[in-house]
């Protein structure tokens, strides 16, 4: 692939590949700067381990619920029904509460990366002093 030819499509995909909202990189420099917080991260972690929660909830009342099902509707064609598609229903759950589960953790960190590593950073960078660019160097 000919060097013009991968600039063409650099330059093609670089607006696909903007954030929403923020001015080009290239261009003034004029967009609002990216702020993080772990509260978002942290809250949505909290509902996926209420989702796990509930999830492993309904699978257990799934389970309770067809305990003694043959025994007292033996033959009936619904019976045979609710045999065939309860193990699909708990390899369901199952999923979406391993799913949450993993979610929940992976989210947490998140909030925790947030919350301690990112503020560490920003306290070392504030430390560095940077010279006022608006003063002549004889000035300074």
């Given amino acids: 692939m000919a060097w013009d030819e991968w600039e063409r499509l650099k330059a093609g995909a670089a607006p696909r590949m903007q954030i929403d909202h923020l001015a080009d990189p290239g261009g003034s ?36 619920a067809h305990e003694g099902v043959e025994g007292g509707t033996g033959g009936f064609a619904s019976t045979a029904a609710l045999n065939e598609i309860l193990p699909t229903w708990e390899k369901r759950l199952t999923s979406v509460r391993d799913e949450c589960g993993r979610l929940h953790g992976a989210l947490a960190r998140t909030g925790r990366d947030f919350g301690e590593i990112d503020p560490a950073v920003a306290g070392e960078v504030d430390g560095v002093r940077v010279p006022d660019q608006g003063k002549p160097e004889w000035a300074r």
């Fill in 29 to 64: 420099g004029s967009g609002p700067d990216l702020k993080a917080s772990k509260g978002p991260w942290t809250k949505a972690s909290g509902v996926a381990e209420d989702l796990r929660t509930a999830t492993d909830s309904a699978l257990t009342d799934l389970k309770t």
